[in-house]
């Protein structure tokens, strides 16, 4: 059943290698916390945010940049829902076939633990949890969240009193995720983020996604987003099946072909499309009501 009530989230940055590709990606806190204020005044009721080294423009975890989007954006007048990553240091990249011990430099690998040190420290309302492990991309780049990883981190964010949104790239994420459910991991307002399109999780394909939403709880908040072209699209199939929508920079740099985008723009074309199906926009303060968040802001 359609979705009436739709919460938008912009995913503003995301930490793959985009800079180069639009200008528009925010690289510093304060361009990071300007550009969800933008995606805020365009209707979005959550930001998804990663930090960036603002010195290589790569994906950071560095606390004190974390921090810095955060105090901009509590002392502006914006209300926005802060949501930040915690997936960062799961990278590792295997060594040649020769030698695939031998870890390239670029490898970020630390325990789940480490992963969350940002969100212990600035108590966000709402953290990511990457469900699994993923071979990423085409060469030898592995994200690794093991079990083991998981769970310790699903039991320290629960006791942080932070909303877990569970990132779902193939459908093993997803079962596992309901096992940690059952293990009573999870608060009972944890969200499912499913992310389609990633090489190599679920492909962007529609009969997948409403395999997956079949497998969740009922009563589950649940977004869905696909990548690039894609992205527009699955702001009407999510909706359509009953979910929320994610749009932002992270995800796809074009407003069409050829036509670079900005966070702002991406959120004012998925509420054009939401609403034009007959659906209402949910506000800041709507979106705490319906997630029933219980972090701080």
Known sequence: MMNQDVIVTCAINGAADTADRNPNVPITPEQIANSAIEAWNAGAAIAHIHVRDPATTQGSRRVDLYAEVCERLRASDCDIVINLTAGMGGDLYIGPDENPTAFCQETDLVGGRERLLHIEELKPEICTLDCGSLNFGDNNLVYVSTPDMLRLGAARIKELGVTVELEIFDTGNLWFALQMMKEGLLDDNAMF????????????????????????????????????????????????????????????????????????????????????????????????????????Q
């Open 193 to 296: 983020q499913l992310c389609q399109g990633i090489p190599w999780g679920t492909p962007p394909n529609f009969a997948l996604l409403k395999g997956m939403v079949d497998m969740l709880p009922e009563n589950t908040n649940w977004t869905a987003f696909a990548l690039g072209r894609n992205q527009l699209p699955w702001v009407a199939q999510s909706a359509l099946l009953g979910g929320h929508v994610r749009v932002g920079l992270e995800d796809n740099l074009y407003l069409g072909k050829g036509v670079l985008a900005t966070n702002g723009q991406l959120v004012e074309r998925s509420v054009n499309i939401i609403e034009n199906m007959g659906a209402r926009i949910l506000s800041p303060a709507q979106a705490r009501d319906k997630l029933r968040l219980r972090g701080t």
